[in-house]
């Protein structure tokens, strides 16, 4: 069994097609069919039910790709550990965000990651808290920037607190209550929202504020990205509660302080054990030390 051969598997799995994973493996189709083929008959079961319409895994294949994953993963920070053992930082670099991450600024340290190793490929990747959080325990990106309650614990992965920002209110600039220099969270229990899904940390956030206050409140409209939800809320669909230091990015829109505002701390993860020398670097370039951070913290 060869890396190559699990490579083209993989290639062939995440593209449904054979002809897509040559190109994207930069081989003639015919070769890589073959390395497959080869590989198949070496583990005694098909991989891949092809017809002319469609490839899919077999359970069979769908058994093998994160042990595939696994090796290839191994062997690409096998590589980057002795580079990184005669002085020079490679390998890849996965890192997750939130989307309204404000506590660091994420271009800034790429640029000043990409000037100090510029062999390192990295990959970014939006998402959710929680779902990012996750993905950091899995292995799958090695740094993640999060947006979390106050009450939120964190299990699993090392961590670091950033910055705590209170939530204002954001509405349309017709709205009724733009202009005001505050409005609390009764008042604001009568509008009309537009928020993140439920069950979000980013939600949760808000939630919280309301049930701790007593308070319901109507949730129209669910949006997973928070520039669009800040574009609905400028067209005067519901008003919104976001980070004080992520909606001066905004236009469309005017802000109001909350005087019992909920608060988000802003926090950035990292994998427990294992980082790779491309995760210890681009820490260090956010001046956030490896080991041992002063002020921060392992989860249990």
Partial sequence: MELQQMRYVLAVAETNSFTRAAERCLVVQSALSHQVARLERELGARLFERTSRRVRLTPAGAAFLPAARQCLDAAERAVAEVAAAVGEVRGRLAVGLIPSVAAVDIPRALRDFRERYPHVRVSLRVGASEELVQQVRQGSIEV?????????????????????????????????????????????????????????????????????????????????????????????????????????????????????????????????????????????????????????????
């Fill in 144 to 300: 993640a920037f999060l947006g979390l309650p106050t009450t939120a614990r964190l299990t699993g992965v090392a961590f670091r607190e950033l910055a705590h920002d209170r939530l204002v209110a954001v509405v349309a600039p017709d709205h009724a209550l733009a202009g005001e220099p505050s409005v609390d969270l009764r008042r604001l229990s009568s509008e009309v929202f537009v928020d993140l899904p439920a069950g979000t940390a980013g939600r949760a956030q808000s939630d919280l504020a309301f049930t701790a206050a007593g308070l319901d409140r109507d949730v129209a409209f669910e949006v997973t990205n928070a520039d669009f939800l800040a574009r609905l809320v400028g067209q005067g669909l519901g008003i919104a509660l976001l980070p004080s230091a992520y909606v001066p990015q905004l236009t469309g829109v005017a802000t109001i302080e909350v005087t019992d505002a909920p608060t988000r701390v802003e926090t950035v993860v990292w994998s427990r054990e294992g980082r790779t020398p491309a995760a210890t670097a681009f820490l260090d370039v956010l001046d956030l030390p490896a080991l041992d951070l002063p002020g921060g913290g392992r989860a249990p």
